[in-house]
């Protein structure tokens, strides 16, 4: 049960530190982020000795979304990722009508005039970086759980 938290915790921890970093270069933030992205991989590609490269990492606990309860069928698992990703949507979609998400808007249709207004341009990024990374944390672990379970 805390396989999905505790990936959501990591992923987006790791993607502060990348926001972080990224916003200090301004115009090259995508070139950045994929450029951090490439080293992350390489590293976790090639240190065998912790994660056994593109064999995966061993002895990942099989996800149950209550204690003792296991996804034992495809339906089930079909039904669970649904779900996740319906809250996933409600959540969105409530981010994408709330202020900040005007924020987000904006930023991305003219990031000029939106630091015009006064918005805090590397906080609204890093947030969003943040909340991508979240998300794309609940995927892999539904796609860990495919794979593995």
Not at 105 to 122: H, R
Request: hydrophobic residues 50%; aromatic residues 10%; contains cysteine.
């Amino acid at each position: 049960m805390l396989n999905i938290p505790v990936a959501m915790l990591l992923s987006g921890g790791l993607a502060w530190i990348v926001a972080r970093v990224a916003d200090r270069t301004r115009d090259y933030y995508v070139i950045i982020t994929l450029g951090i992205q490439v080293v992350i991989y390489s590293v976790m590609n090639n240190w065998q000795s912790v994660t056994h490269g593109p064999l995966g990492i061993p002895g990942i606990s099989a996800f149950a979304i209550v204690p003792g309860v296991e996804l034992e069928s495809k339906l089930a698992y079909c039904f669970f990722s649904a779900i996740l990703a319906g809250v996933a949507w409600v959540v969105l979609h409530q981010l994408i009508h709330s202020p900040f998400g005007r924020v987000l808007i904006a930023l991305s249709e003219d990031e000029v005039y939106t630091k015009s207004l006064g918005k805090n341009m590397a906080g609204a990024k890093t947030v969003s970086f943040v909340i991508s990374g979240m998300l794309a944390s609940i995927a892999g672990e539904l796609f860990e759980e495919r794979v593995l379970g």
